[in-house]
């Protein structure tokens, strides 16, 4: 099983990326599939979250209106479009794959990418 996040780097405020993660090793398109985040010397957040086969759409409060998760269940990817960037979307962000099967939750991160916003 793998999840690669790629797509990160440096950018100004205001400024945009688009965040892929490509998934292997397991079937896609039965998954829940999410972005977290984490800044230093803060606990891991969810951001934004896309159910089978992408009905349902949640998004972190501090993200609403600004970023845009999707899912291509032919490509087996996750993406998050990320706009009008601010200094405190500084963090590391991880795809996260998730489904529950009976009494048995399986779940899988990728090792994250980089984003950092400033000027």
């Known amino acids: 099983v793998q999840l690669v996040e790629s797509g990160g780097g440096l950018v100004q405020p205001g400024g945009s990326l688009r965040l892929s993660c490509a998934a292997s090793?397991?079937?896609?398109?039965?998954?829940?599939m999410s972005w977290y985040r984490q800044a230093p010397g803060k606990e891991r957040e969810r951001v934004a979250r896309i159910t089978i086969p992408g009905g349902n759409i949640n998004y972190a409060d501090s993200v609403k209106g600004r970023f845009t998760i999707s899912r291509d269940n032919a490509k087996i990817t996750v993406y998050l479009q990320m706009s009008s960037l601010k200094p405190e979307d500084t963090a590391v962000y991880y795809c996260?794959?998730?489904?529950?099967?009976?009494?048995?939750?399986?779940?899988?991160w990728g090792q994250g990418t980089q984003v950092t916003v400033s000027s």
């Open positions: 996260n794959a998730r489904t529950v099967r009976g009494l048995s939750q399986y779940e899988y």
């Open positions: 090793g397991f079937t896609f398109s039965t998954y829940v």
